[in-house]
């Protein structure tokens, strides 16, 4: 089963917040450090207390007043881990104002004389051996080298022996210590329901040496539990999304838009106990003594997770009003909009608790789908509105294993790509394909940050580096959480493709002149996905190399950074927890790399080439605007003529009616003058047709040979038609643009 580390922390008996982070305990004069006798104490360090820390009373309210405590002695290396047992799970009791009534107490929590099931901890089981007929005083022995201290605490639950019978109980086992710790697990919960998760608190393994004799042992407390939250934005140009029109799927179908919704934000799990209701939690510590001091999970918390009782689906409820926007341009007055830009993004649930739902980690991913209806209205006081259906997100498992003690927001970006329908018998899917933002963001741990940005197409896109800070919208050259030193982290790239991490994106199969996937720069920084998308399906040139630049139709640039992009990993190096991601283990694929030491600011396009079979590509025509006041050429360049006396040499090749349109051709129209002996001709676009009306003339588009060079001083030549081309192919891509900033 897959193991969860924490992520090492400041040693104080402090609590991370779950709803507050500005809390940074009593400042209490008992709360300093003593070392009058020799008493082993425990306590807490305000100098080591951050403001993402609870302390003080308040980390003793959410720790039930309790928590109990294994510890043993040695010298290291010769016992390793140490051996010697001092405390053989004492629970230690908070007593406020109690600090100073004994040797054992400078921070009002005290362990001598306590005694488990009796008042005030009568609901605490006893899980000493019963030989330890008594909790005595502890003495710091200068003989030894170190001390070894692990606790946990069941908060404001009922501490069980091993099975919990009441929805308020949790049940625990008794801690191992010592040669024990080596044979997992150390020790185990059972959890009823997420409310006992959320009320489940461990330590790592918490190292004193002889230098730190005297002073209160200071320990930090993790909750087992994970929080998850979701919220939407748009950037659709000239258009808003109206909030109220937003509805989700709780089902995964294809074209089922008229059941299976409702307005709670809801994620859907092909696995059916992702979205685990209650569950046995075992902890271990599998990598303690002087042997793995170099690791980074040394003397780190390891924790599985045995789902019991679960569903497919986690509902998140209903989308924030607090966080709907007004009209931004002539949009419906009065009415409410979903947030424009990430900072603003509208999230589902209650504000109370920053829109985060408590769940149980999940020892395995699963791809996790967001589906959702809603209309988009014109921001330009037409009142125009559509109604897109069925839209679809799917977040990779690579970043769906929920661990304990972090906190994952996802977020969704609505863009001007779709892939949802806009009629409602879901036969043509939509605009163009949807982009999501799925973020991840640190629970407790600010140096434990995870940001995955997903684009949703077929397939979609997940791009992820580590330290980024999602709320500026970028990716960043130097580290952008608060590690330090702040060293550069390179941005990991994966593609889902039918349900499952893709693993071709390096490959050339001779139906493509191009690798699967590559990057490019862009020239414009504020393109989008469908931009690139059209750039790449009508280009200026043909079809090159992987090195080969390309320039749409369009006019957008792509300057190929094929150099900076390794398209063979299959490890992401740093996860949110600083451990590598082994994609093997999180559902297989293969990620790409984007070199972020060598590339410079700017916005990119990350492409996944997903064409099956050879691509057609075909040599397009398109007219050649003129100004319409000054008749002349808008823009200057070479371009193809035919002049109305070539049309007319061709007017007995008049298209049949119904016939099939033939791309390789061109297609005009002839209509008789009043003087009944001149023609007017007008040129006929066939993009998008599959059939012909009779009586159109066609014109064999390698029959179109003469060019003419012209100026924005020029002005069209008399029955002239002036042609640019570019080449048109059928290819597939799916593309996630990325800005990097310096």
Known sequence: MKKYYFIAALAALALASCTNDDFIGDNSPNAVENVDNGAIKFGFSMQNVTRADIAGSEAAKLLGYNFYVAGTKGTEPETSPTKQVVFDNYLVHYEANSAGTQDDNTANWEYVGVVPGTAPTENYVKLSPAAV????????????????????????????????????????????????????????FDLPSVSALENTFITDITEVKKENYGKEVTLKFKNLGAKVRVALYETVPGYSVKAESVKFYTEDGTTDFNDDKGVAAALISANTSSFASKGQVAVSFPNIGTDNESNNNYNKAAVNVTATGGDTKKTFGELASEKFKTAEGSETAGAKYLGRTLPDATFAGNAYYNYYTSVFPVS??????????????????????????????????????????????????????????????GVTAGLFPITF??????????????????????????????????????????ATGPRTPATIKDVYVQVMKDGALVTDLNSQDGSSKYDKSFLFKLSKATATEAEVMDAL?????????????????????????????DNTVDEIVNGVDDNPIDLETTGGGKAAKLDMTNLTAGTYAYVYDWTTGAKTEIKEFQPVATDPTTRKFTTAGTYYTVATSVIDGAATSTTAADEAVNHANLYFTRTLNSDGITYTYSYVS????????????KIAKTSVTTTQAVT???????????????????????????????
């Open 686 to 697: 066939v993009a998008g047709k599959s059939t012909l009306p009779a009586g159109l003339i």
């Open 537 to 565: 399906e009508k280009r200026a040139a043909q079809i090159g190399t992987p090195e080969d630049d390309v320039t749409g139709r369009n006019g957008l640039g792509l300057t190929n950074e094929y150099a900076n992009l």
């Open 437 to 478: 933002d799925a973020v991840v963001a640190a629970f407790t741990d600010a140096n434990a940050e995870q940001t995955t940005v997903t684009t949703v197409a077929a397939p979609s896109i997940t791009t992820y580096q580590q330290s980024h800070a999602y709320t500026t919208n970028e990716y960043s050259k130097t």
């Open 364 to 425: 395995t991913g699963s791809p996790l789908t967001l589906r959702v209806d809603y209309t988009l209205v014109s921001t330009d006081g037409s009142g125009e509105e559509i109604e897109v259906l069925g839209a679809k997100a799917v977040v990779p498992s690579t970043y769906t294993e929920w661990q304990p003690n972090y906190a994952y927001t996802y977020i969704f970006k609505i863009s001007d790509n779709t892939n949802g329908w806009t009629d409602p018998d």
């Open 712 to 742: 924005t001083s020029d002005s069209p030549a008399a029955n002239t038609f002036y042609f640019d081309t570019y080449f048109s192919n059928d290819g597939k891509y799916a593309v996630k643009v990325i800005k990097i900033v310096a």
């Open 133 to 188: 007929t008594a909790q005595t005083i502890k003495f710091w022995d200068y003989s030894q080298a170190q001390y070894d201290f692990l606790a946990f605490s069941t908060g404001t639950f009922k501490a069980v022996d091993g099975t919990s019978a009441d929805d308020d109980e949790i049940g625990v086992t008794a801690m191992k210590y010592g040669a024990g710790l080596t044979t997992p697990p150390a020790y185990t």
